[in-house]
């Protein structure tokens, strides 16, 4: 059968706007987060990162919030550019260990 | 280098035969990881190494993939006897220790692999 893995949700929006990209993560142990962008044929790329004992964190152009009640991660970009389409990561560190869990990704593409 | 370096970029082999694949990390980061990602998908987690530490090998997904780092430094992950399943992208990362804030994660760009 298709793979669901194939069809990564997609984010379309015009360049200028803003994007929003949600993540929804799987434990509640968890205690550190990081968004990474990949680009076409190329290695992740480490956007932003946010521990588990903060609710929001900001960068250059892009915010991260954490919401632990309803385990939610987003990862907002202002003014979107071109150059910020691709897929999106969101990873997550179980307090335990060490290892990094990632989401299936979703996909940027700004229009301009 | 700057970087994650990882060699070969791509690779394409016959089923059944044994295929290495090389990361040489950012000098004096502790933490390696190896990553597997197939095409459209996310990334799975195979190891970590950190410092002297036994490796978590939790996430090899057989006997026929293992991992070695030497000196604490590059490390070799090797798949035996391939199988088409295995084609994807391997991805390694380091960083200067523990994944913390502050630790940032680096990875390389891959290597393609493709079993034929």
């Known amino acids: 059968g298709e793979s669901v893995g194939l069809h990564l949700p997609t984010l379309s929006v015009q360049e200028g706007d803003n994007s929003i990209i949600n993540c929804a993560y799987s434990?509640?142990?968890?205690?550190?987060f990081i968004w990474y962008k990949q680009e076409s044929g190329k290695g992740p790329q480490f956007i932003i990162d946010i521990r588990s004992n903060m609710d929001k964190r900001q960068g250059q152009r892009v915010t991260v919030l954490l919401n632990k009640t309803v385990k939610h991660l987003s990862l907002q970009i202002a003014a979107t550019q071109p150059g910020d389409s691709a897929v999106y990561f969101c990873?997550?560190?179980?307090?335990?260990?060490?290892?990094?869990?990632f989401g299936t990704g979703t996909r940027l593409a700004v229009r301009p | 280098g700057a970087g994650v370096s990882q060699s070969p970029s791509n690779k394409v082999t016959e089923k059944g035969k044994d295929v290495e694949l090389r990361c040489d990390p950012i000098s004096g980061h502790t933490a390696l990881y190896w990553y597997r990602q197939s095409l459209g998908q996310g990334l799975e987690f195979l190891i970590y190494?950190?410092?002297?530490?036994?490796?978590?090998k939790s996430g090899l997904p057989s006997d026929r993939f293992s991992a070695e780092r030497t000196g604490g430094s590059v490390s070799t992950l090797t798949i035996q006897r391939t199988q088409q399943e295995d084609s994807a992208v391997y991805l390694c990362?380091?960083?200067?220790?523990?994944?913390?804030?502050?630790?940032?994660?680096?990875f390389g760009e891959g290597s393609w692999l493709t079993v034929v």
């Open positions: 990362a380091s960083s200067l220790g523990k994944p913390v804030s502050g630790n940032t994660i680096y």
């Open positions: 990873a997550e560190k179980k307090s335990s260990g060490d290892k990094l869990t």
């Open positions: 190494f950190q410092g002297n530490s036994a490796p978590d």
């Open positions: 434990n509640s142990a968890s205690d550190y």
